[in-house]
Structures are given as C-alpha cells and as structure tokens.
C-alpha cells in the first residue's frame, strides 16, 4: 500500500464514523512512516492518536472503542514510549554479541524471506549480567535498528497487591505492544519472572509467571519482547525457555574498555599521556561501561574546569577517578 491508500482508508473509516477501524487504520499509516523514514510525520500523528484517546477518557459518551488494545488502559503502566535512534554501532560488546544482535536485527528487516518459507523470527530476548553493562542501551539499539517505538514497562505500576491485578496489567501491555508494532521492555525482569516455587504469596507470582508463558507462547511476530535481569538464576525455567536468544553482556575486557574510550572521546579529545592512559585502561578491569565512561567524562570535565577549553584530557585526574572506583567496589 502507499501513503495515498493509507489516507484514503482514514477518510472512509472517518466519515464513516467506524473509530475501531480508524484507529487501526491510523496506526498502520504511522507504521507505513516510519519504515519511510517520514519519522517527524509518523511521530506528530502519534501524538495526536495520544490526545485522542487522552479526551476520550475525560469524556466517557465517547469512549466506544470496544477492545482493550484499543484504548489507553495500558498508559499508565508504560514508564515511555520512545522512538529510539541508537544503532549498533553506540554499543560496545564482544564480537559473539554483536554477531547476535546483527542476525537479529537482519532477520526482521528480511522478514518476508524467512516468512516465505513459514519459519517463524525470532521476537523474544533476554539480556543479563551485571549492572551498568549495556541491558538498557542493548534495548534501545535494537528499537533503533528497526525503528520500532520502544516501550518501556513501569513495573511500580504494573506489580500490585490486588489478586489477579499484575496479570492482568502484564495482558494490557502485550496488547499495547503488539498493536503499536512495538519493542516491549522490561528492566529487572526477575521482579515479575521469579520462579515460581519462590512464591510466598498464596499463589500470586504462580498466576503471573502462567500469563507470562500464554502471552510468550501467543506473542505475534510484529512484536518484540527485550527482558532484561541481573539475577538470571531466579528467574522460572519455563520462562527462560519460552526466549528465543539468551545474551550475556558482561564487563569489559581491555579491548572493549579500549573501544568505549574511543567512542566517548572521539576527535574531540586526546590523553596528555599515553602511557598513563594505557595503565588506567588496565584497571579498568571488573568494572562496568557505565562506570568507566561516567568517570572517564568526570576527568574531562574536571580537565575543563581546571585548565580552560581544552582538548587534552589529563591523563592523572582519570586514573584517580579509576582507583576510588576500585576501592569502593571492594
């Protein structure tokens, strides 16, 4: 279909009054705009889907949308909804990683070859390992890559102490996924996937990790589920198998710690000495990305600070930085 046929079905389904449809036929013209990179376009007509449906709550004599993945039940329980333009390239990983995640993105950018031929994608991923190691950033590649809105679970709202409420808040949030062609994330994943012979809570966390597998098993392939925990080990078996890639990121080794230094700095800076550089890089060991880089941009905005504008980072300031850092983790 083109954009024309697109805005022909809005204008029947308008006059028409059939909001079901016209929704629906909405959300499939913003779609049809961000794979045509008419990304401001597809973003303000988002925006004006949301204040729809805002009004439509204030006022219920036009609330006639008569299905759940319709309507604007799961907002509440989505933290943001962002259109995400990391690529690949913003993470640094090990090759065996980043060969993963490049199968991945290529199978759903070729997903018509594989459809051919009814083998199903791959649209289920669980990240572990340690804090501050790229589980997040991981998630906003992928929603990049495939220019998919990203979805990011508030699980402070999902989770709660009505029986039955956190099943039911977990189904409002697959329907809004799968029906905004989504990237669907969840941060800390082993909170709502623990296994379920740890339930000290008369059954609850049985009947959330059972809707969990029904809606992994019944997950249609427009959607994608990113998981992310760094307790792998607590969360339930038949959930770790209902994932179709299980992907550690762990900490940096000295030639990762090397790329995320040059990406951070990039041209724009350069180390006073060499030699100094290279003993901070190594150690760096056992420490995370994040707090490698944090540190990293501590010394070059101290550098600033002390010595003016300047593109030479003072090699010293980063390693102090990097020896507290291995003293408080001790």
Not at 94 to 122: A, C, D, G, M, W
Not at 196 to 212: A, P, W
Not at 220 to 245: G, S
Request: charged share 30%.
């Amino acid at each position: 279909m083109s954009q024309y046929d697109y805005i022909k079905d809005v204008a029947r389904y308008a006059l028409a009054n059939d909001q079901s449809r016209l929704r629906e036929s909405l959300y499939s013209l913003v779609d049809y705009s961000f794979k045509t990179k008419k990304v401001n376009f597809a973003t303000q007509l988002q925006s004006i889907i949301k204040e729809s449906r805002e009004r439509a709550d204030r006022c219920e004599e036009y609330r006639i949308i008569p299905q759940d993945m319709y309507n604007n039940e799961a907002n509440g329980l989505i933290l943001q909804t962002v259109m995400s333009s990391f690529k690949l390239d913003n993470l640094i990983c090990t090759p065996q990683v980043r060969k993963e995640l490049e199968y991945f993105i290529k199978e759903h950018k070729e997903s018509s070859l594989l459809k051919s031929v009814h083998i199903p994608l791959t649209n289920k991923i669980i990240f572990y390992g340690p804090s501050g190691c790229g589980k997040t950033l991981a998630a906003y590649v992928l929603a990049g890559e495939l220019e998919k809105p990203l979805l990011i679970v508030n699980l402070g709202a999902v989770v709660s102490s009505k029986l039955g409420e956190t099943s039911k808040n977990i189904t409002k949030i697959f329907k809004q996924g799968t029906f905004e062609n989504a990237v669907i994330f969840f941060d800390e994943f082993d909170s709502i996937g623990k296994i379920r012979d740890y339930d000290q809570d008369h059954g609850e966390m049985k009947r959330v990790v059972n809707t969990l597998l029904q809606l992994f098993d019944y997950l249609p392939e427009n959607a994608i589920v990113i998981a992310a925990t760094n307790q792998l080990q607590m969360i339930d078996d038949a959930l770790k198998r209902r994932f179709d890639l299980s992907l550690e990121l762990k900490a940096p080794g000295k030639e990762e710690v090397k790329a995320l230094v040059n990406l951070t700095i990039g041209d724009k800076f350069r180390f006073d000495d060499e030699t100094i550089k290279a003993q901070a890089i190594d150690l760096c060991d056992g420490l995370s990305y994040y707090v490698i880089k944090r540190t990293l941009l501590t010394s070059i905005k101290r550098t600033i600070l002390d010595k003016g504008i300047t593109d030479k980072i003072e090699s010293e300031k980063w390693m102090e930085l990097i020896k507290n850092e291995k003293k408080e983790s001790k």
